[in-house]
């Protein structure tokens, strides 16, 4: 089945600094990943996915970029803001093909003052 | 528009307690339904899913067991409860199976 890695499990940027978060995925047929924020205490929210079919994805501050070759893909968020300290998760599933979709692991992101 | 309703929001049950924990959508027709649990400060874990009435699949074993009864309700259950079970219960929905998953607001478990 899918393996899904996140790295970092936790990150600490200043605010108004970029972070970036990075996933990899195992199996190549894989072609929907999404991301889902979850502050603490509260449900995980979608924020942003991706298709196979496109490289990157802009959502104002958030963007997503796809390696289909090196099977990772990453979240980019700019101008970080205190509001953006949360766990987020990536994952990743295999559209219309009856797959569950696998979460990674995790990163706790802390944005500073 | 869709909704999905969880409750009870909290919840703290002695050791060897039942537990029955609910789960409705509104607003769609024939929802992939889904019941992760999160332990304090961990990842998502499934553990079961539905993609139609009477439809269950377990993704891991345990003491617990799921309902689908209706189309738009989807039940978590114990006959017994275990230290172990506590956690944060996520119920959650989507159109398509694995894809876009929109989750319940939760409910916090606590096994004493």
């Known amino acids: 089945g899918e393996n899904v890695e996140q790295h970092p499990s936790t990150l600490s940027v200043q605010e108004g600094d970029s972070a970036v978060i990075k996933c990899t995925y195992s199996?190549?047929?894989?072609?929907?990943f999404p991301w889902y924020k979850q502050e603490l205490g509260k449900r995980p929210q979608l924020i942003i996915d991706?298709?196979?079919?496109?490289g990157e994805k802009k959502d104002q501050r958030i963007a997503v970029t796809l390696n289909k070759t090196a099977k990772h893909f990453s979240l980019h968020i700019t101008e970080t803001q205190p509001e953006d300290s949360a766990v987020y998760f990536c994952?990743?599933?295999?559209?219309?093909?009856?797959?569950?979709?696998?979460f990674g692991t995790g990163t706790q992101l802390k944005v500073e003052l | 528009s869709q909704t999905i309703h969880q409750w009870p929001a909290t919840l703290v049950q002695p050791v060897g307690s039942p537990l029955s924990l609910e789960c409705t959508v509104e607003?769609?027709?024939?929802?992939?339904l889904y019941w992760y649990r999160q332990a304090a400060g961990r990842g998502l874990q499934l553990l079961f899913y539905?993609?139609?009435?009477?439809?269950i699949s377990s993704e891991v074993p345990q003491n617990l067991s799921a309902s689908r009864p209706q189309d738009r309700q989807f039940i978590l259950s114990s006959k017994k409860l275990l230290l172990s079970d506590s956690g944060f219960y996520l119920c959650?929905?989507?159109?398509?199976?694995?894809?876009?998953?929109?989750f319940g607001s939760g409910t916090q478990l606590s096994v004493l």
């Open positions: 959650a929905w989507s159109v398509f199976f694995g894809e876009k998953l929109f």
């Open positions: 539905s993609v139609g009435i009477g439809q």
């Open positions: 607003g769609t027709s024939n929802p992939n």
């Open positions: 994952a990743a599933s295999i559209a219309g093909g009856g797959n569950k979709l696998t």
């Open positions: 199996d190549s047929a894989s072609n929907y």
């Open positions: 991706i298709r196979s079919n496109v």
